[in-house]
């Protein structure tokens, strides 16, 4: 054969073979590109995808052992102060052994003291020294609970009061707490008398609980306007660094949903910058929706089943503002929870299945980095109205001890990136909580302005006010020894088109004048079928602490029922006296189609790594009230040994009796090391432990 043509017949077989093979290699390829389509139901973690560390502080629980004189009854409750309610052996002087065995599988990371609006006049240098020399049986106190933070392997998070005290008793208790045993330094050395010769070098301090709303009924009565808050937490922040620096100091928002109240906007503003973290509460939903007040137990058990989608999207928000207000973030505090619901019908709801499953799920959304939560906190845990342990009359557990018994004992120290597919279930809205629907977030849009002109004419009640309206110049209310809450109706606006939207009043105000007491002054929003039959107002006030021009601003979101707003003056001095004029202008009333947020899923998944990284613990939420899940678990890679499980479900979502576990440390068939599927029972809650691969 011709040697030229030789070589073209074996070019022309290499060329063949190479196309061959390389469209195969693009077959292949293309194959192997194509993206998989994701399952209708399942999850998948990944090993290799670590989304950060698990903060052991969201592991928290808040106690009540102070005095509630004034505040939730109208005596002194000994035992309370005499044992922590419950936690403390005043026999042996000590932590409570029974409920030390019960708290021990708990895994607290975290403990609250003294107890929420116990602080509001909580003197905490009467709860130190020898037992007999304290006043008031205060046999559990500061250095008690310190011990029992050391006994249950919690940091404690101490709350300083708002309603009691001085900047100077602030600084002494950061100097008797984290200061060392020197005369320079007179706490620290009272400490050290007092047993304790080691400063107890605690990091956490809140400023306040729930100021906004007053010291209750301690006489007497006090209320912080936003700006009576702010200076106090200057000062109270600037002499507690003096003594060290390295303290964590948390700034009180609004308790509850409302994000944009005027307090949160206005505390932020005035005192922000001096904050090393933002506190707020949850409590919702509530029992108490319109109209007249009838009560749903449907509807309230739903909403606990979304409760934790909202709380998503809230805990943005305050991001959001935060940001607004300061230029940079602050990590939130959310040192209580839980649901708002308490006695309805004679059920105690505060102790139902679904509420538990509620709090549970939300402990999950907590541990997401972007959520930048540096602290939480259960109410509450032993005793008194809410305990999840009761250990009077006889030892009783409920539902929430269940649960985070499970997270306390399958948790790792390593979080996981998680994808969950599963079905959504769409919600129309109840008491604060947004309805839910589609796949994509709806922003609100507005939809029409009106620029309010005061319908009121010249008047007089009991000579305690007279407004005077006029025709191009501000509102003026002149009082005259007021001593009552008066809320005048000046304007009432209709929905302007025929769908649900949310009203959205901004102002400004001034006050020239003298008060005693407890004062607010300003205006504010209600749901037009007035207070006793939609319980739906909101508030903006403070203009009694201004002689100058100030801008407020509030939003009332409306519920399924609401069809229009009154625009009301709010003259509050029932626990005071206000003479002057107050003076209001540039009234404007702008409303908004509602926020929309996505159908809430069903299925919700928190994986994490053990510190040695031979255990993957896997926790799961059914939040479904009708239908069981059978949910495959898919690893990235063919890592799994063996898997064992444990599962909480009640007797029905609304009992209040204690919870059970269905299924006791059970195994699980694993599929090729890497897949194996649960069933997850109506509403329940599931933890999988799986032994890995080295």
């Keep these: 054969m011709d040697i030229q043509l030789k070589n073209k017949l074996t070019l022309l077989v290499i060329t063949l073979f190479v196309c061959t093979l390389s469209a195969g290699c ?9 993206p998989q389509t994701p399952p209708s139901l399942g999850v998948r973690i990944d090993l290799k995808q670590a989304s950060g560390n698990i903060n052991p502080l969201l592991f928290g629980h808040n106690i009540a052992a102070a005095d509630g004189t004034g505040i939730f009854n109208s005596g002194l409750q000994r035992t309370v102060i005499a044992t922590g309610d419950g936690v403390w052996d005043q026999q042996r002087n000590k932590p409570d ?5 019960l708290v021990e599988p708990l895994n607290i990371g975290s403990l609250r003291y003294p107890g929420g609006c116990l602080v509001h006049h909580f003197d905490w240098k009467q709860t130190i020294g020898p037992l007999d020399e304290r006043p008031a049986d205060w046999r559990f106190g500061l250095d008690e609970f310190l011990a029992l933070c050391q006994a249950w392997n919690a940091q404690p998070v101490i709350t300083v009061s708002d309603y009691a005290g001085t900047a100077q008793d602030a600084a002494d208790l950061v100097e008797y707490l984290n200061m060392p045993a020197l005369p320079r330094y007179p706490w620290a050395m009272r400490r050290a008398a007092n047993g304790q010769a080691q400063p107890y070098a605690v990091r956490w301090f809140e400023l306040g609980n729930e100021s906004e709303h007053g010291n209750h009924q301690v006489k007497p009565f006090k209320q912080f306007t936003a700006q009576d808050y702010a200076a106090y937490f200057r000062a109270y922040a600037s002499a507690m660094r003096a003594v060290d620096s390295s303290v964590q100091l948390g700034l009180v928002l609004s308790p509850g949903i409302d994000v944009h109240a005027h307090w949160n906007r206005q505390v932020l503003k005035l005192a922000g910058d001096q904050a090393d973290f933002a506190i707020t509460h949850f409590y919702a939903p509530s029992e108490k929706p319109a109209p007249g007040n009838t009560f749903d137990p449907q509807m309230l058990m739903r909403s606990c089943m979304v409760a934790g989608h909202a709380y998503n999207r809230l805990i943005d928000e305050y991001h959001q503002l935060i940001r607004e207000q300061l230029g940079r973030d602050l990590p939130l505090a959310m040192t209580e929870y839980n649901i708002s619901a308490h006695q309805v019908q004679g059920k105690a709801w505060r102790y139902s299945y679904v509420a538990a499953l509620m709090n549970a799920d939300f402990q999950g959304l907590m541990f997401q980095p972007e959520k930048n939560i ?19 009359p006889d030892q009783q557990l409920h539902a929430a001890y269940l649960m985070y018994k499970l997270w306390g004992q399958h948790t790792g120290s390593t979080l996981l990136t998680t994808q969950v597919f599963g079905p959504t279930q769409p919600y129309e809205g109840y008491y604060g909580f947004r309805p839910m629907r589609g796949h994509q977030l709806v922003e609100p849009r507005s939809v029409h302005l009106t620029q309010i002109t005061p319908m009121v004419q010249p008047k007089a009640v009991a000579n305690a006010y007279r407004i005077t309206p006029t025709s191009d110049g501000p509102l003026e209310i002149q009082l005259q020894d007021l001593k009552q809450n008066l809320y005048p109706i000046i304007a009432q606006v209709s929905m302007h088109d025929d769908y649900p939207v949310d009203y959205k009043l901004s102002f400004e105000a001034c006050f020239e004048g003298q008060q005693t007491g407890a004062v607010k002054l300003g205006m504010g929003l209600a749901d037009d079928r007035g207070w006793q039959r939609s319980k739906l107002a909101v508030e903006a006030n403070g203009a009694q602490s201004h002689q100058d021009w100030q801008p407020y601003t509030c939003m009332l979101k409306s519920l399924p029922q609401t069809r229009g707003v009154q625009v009301v003056l709010r003259l509050e001095a029932a626990k005071g006296s206000v003479t002057g004029k107050l003076r209001v202008r540039k009234i404007q009333l702008e409303q908004l189609t509602q926020q929309t947020l996505p159908a809430a899923p069903v299925l919700t998944a928190t994986a994490s790594l053990s510190a040695d990284r031979r255990m993957l613990h896997v926790i799961l939420f059914n939040k479904s009230l009708d239908q069981t899940l059978s949910v495959p678990l898919d690893l990235a890679q063919p890592v799994m040994q063996s898997a064992r499980y444990w599962q909480v479900t009640g007797k029905a979502p609304d009992d209040t009796g204690p919870a059970r576990l269905s299924v006791q440390d059970q195994p699980l068939a694993i599929e090729h090391s890497r897949r194996l599927t649960v069933e997850l029972p109506v509403a329940s809650m599931t933890a999988i432990d799986l032994v890995l691969h080295r």
């Excluded at 052994?97 to 065995?101: F, M, S």
């Excluded at 540096?374 to 009077?392: D, E, F, P, S």
Aim: proline letters at 0%.
């Design 26 to 34: 693009c077959k292949q390829s293309a194959q192997t590109s194509r």
């Design 97 to 101: 052994a029974q409920v030390l065995k």
């Design 374 to 392: 540096v602290l939480a906190n259960y109410w509450q845990l032993v005793n008194g109205y809410w305990g999840m342990i009761q250990t009077r």
